[in-house]
């Protein structure tokens, strides 16, 4: 079987890395992949929205399976592309269709489908230019401190958490009025702030049946202790200590569940992730988000923990038969810590010489922004390098993960030595 990764991160990494071991493999291309993906497979020269480019690829190269990453061509319609090509249309996609992403590229839209099929999540109301001034009247009847989500994808920047009324006014003035986050804070969803533990839970499905992949927690924020600013992630842990079996029962009965059947009952195809963002709220679990892709970091702590074959769990969501297929995850426990460049999320320079990676022995170091550049992996990118290691208990895969980070090396590097030590 030929796959062909759509996608350039570190997620993308890491499912080159599993992918590679399956037996059912023949050939794997990652387009555009990065310094680190080629060892698994070929990098292509191709923008992940390059849809002709890549159709022509898959054709010349006997593509039978087109695993998606990232969320920007999914929001754009790439599987609804191949569907539309009758040269084109056998090659598998594994991502939703246009319809389905908009569970992603529209907070509105999730929101509504939560409130349809009766999944818990925070009060919502949604406002745009033309009711502007309701929506500044309503913030007044909101409890403090309120949540403002740009409707449209904004590169994880689109969510701010207000602590005063002035502050949320003067944001979605700034959102709606002056275009803050461009087009995608045209429409902006204010929400109830829930209070308590994030978490992830991500779910395989062909539409019909669905595999519950490992949980896991993400660290957004920049610095120790849960500090600054919002990053895409500094680090991730699997499993979750907290997502007891009984809180897991209480999302897939409340939520996995209904939001499956939400997507049939509204004739929503669907094939590939669901990533769900919960809040532990005491107990009880809430939808912050969803995602139609795997996370990132996450997916670098999620993978390696999954015993079986990748290629044959994709093989059934694209022939429906998911359910048949063998699916066992491993006890042990996945600790992920991202090396990132100084002075990420702010500004940062790339191309610092990356060194003594192959000293890493006890971790697996999957490539985020790097390139190769005469012969040298070099910085491309704010997250540069995610370093997983896997281990029998949560405080030795914090050590190990830890120590391993700090020994590659690059000018400005940072990471984050705190990564899973709240959950000790």
Same mark, same amino acid.
């Not at 992920?336 to 460049?341: E, H, I, N, Q």
């Given at each position: 079987?030929? $796959?062909? !990764?759509? @996608? %350039?991160?570190?997620?993308?990494?890491? /499912?080159?890395? +599993? !992918?590679?071991?399956? #037996?059912?493999? =023949?050939?794997?291309? !990652?387009? #555009?992949?990065?310094a680190g993906t080629g060892q698994y497979g070929t990098n292509v020269d191709l923008k992940v929205t390059d849809f002709e480019g890549i159709a022509a690829f898959a054709l010349a190269h006997a593509i039978s399976l087109v695993l998606v990453g990232p969320e920007e061509p999914l929001v754009k319609g790439i599987h609804d592309y191949f569907l539309s090509r009758e040269d084109i249309r056998h090659i598998a996609v594994i991502g939703p269709q246009q319809l389905g992403a908009q569970l992603e590229g529209s907070k509105d839209f999730s929101k509504e489908f939560m409130f349809?099929?009766?999944? #818990? =999540?925070?009060?919502?109301?949604? /406002?745009?230019? *033309?009711?502007?001034?309701?929506?500044?009247?309503?913030l007044e009847t909101q409890q403090l401190p309120i949540v403002l989500k740009a409707d449209g994808l904004a590169a994880g920047k689109g969510v701010l958490i207000c602590a005063t009324y002035e502050e949320a006014k003067a944001e979605l =003035?700034? &959102?709606?009025?002056?275009?803050?986050?461009?087009?995608?804070? *045209?429409? $902006? $969803?204010?929400?109830?702030f829930l209070k308590g533990i994030e978490l992830s839970v991500f779910v395989l499905t062909d539409g019909d049946s669905y595999k519950i992949l490992p949980s896991a927690k993400d660290y957004k924020r920049i610095g120790e202790g849960d500090t600054g600013l919002n990053t895409?992630?500094?680090? %991730?842990?699997?499993?979750?200590?907290?997502?007891?079996?009984?809180?897991? =029962? +209480?999302?897939?009965?409340?939520? !996995?569940?209904?939001?499956?059947? @939400?997507l049939k009952k509204d004739n929503i195809p669907y094939k590939g992730f669901i990533f769900i963002g919960l809040m532990n709220v005491e107990g009880e679990p809430y939808v912050i988000e969803y995602n139609v892709r795997m996370g990132d970091p996450e997916t670098e702590s999620v993978l390696p923990r999954i015993e079986s074959d990748l290629v044959d769990l994709l093989e059934g969501v694209a022939k429906g038969d998911l359910a048949s297929r063998s699916y066992t995850v491993s006890p042990k426990t996945?600790?992920?810590? &991202?090396?990132?460049?100084?002075?990420?999320?702010?500004?940062?320079?790339n191309g610092k010489v990356i060194s003594n990676i192959e000293n890493v022995k006890e971790s697996i170091v999957f490539h985020a922004g790097t390139k190769e550049v005469n012969g040298e992996v070099v910085t491309a990118g704010g997250r540069v390098i995610a370093v997983t290691t896997l281990q029998d208990d949560l405080f030795s895969a914090l050590q190990q993960a830890t120590a391993d980070a700090g020994?590659?090396?690059?000018? @400005?590097?940072?990471?984050?030595t705190d990564i899973g030590f709240d959950l000790i």
């Open positions: 079987m030929n $796959v062909l !990764i759509v @996608g %350039s991160g570190g997620r993308e990494s890491a /499912f080159a890395y +599993k !992918i590679s071991q399956s #037996p059912k493999l =023949t050939n794997l291309y !990652i387009a #555009p992949g990065n349809r099929h009766q999944i #818990p =999540t925070a009060a919502y109301k949604s /406002f745009d230019k *033309s009711n502007l001034e309701e929506g500044l009247v309503y =003035t700034a &959102m709606i009025a002056e275009a803050k986050f461009g087009e995608a804070s *045209s429409v $902006v $969803v204010i929400e109830e895409g992630g500094m680090g %991730s842990i699997s499993p979750v200590p907290f997502a007891d079996e009984a809180f897991l =029962t +209480k999302v897939e009965e409340r939520i !996995i569940k209904p939001t499956v059947q @939400g996945a600790v992920t810590v &991202m090396l990132v460049s100084g002075g990420y999320p702010g500004d940062y320079e020994r590659i090396f690059f000018q @400005g590097k940072y990471f984050r």
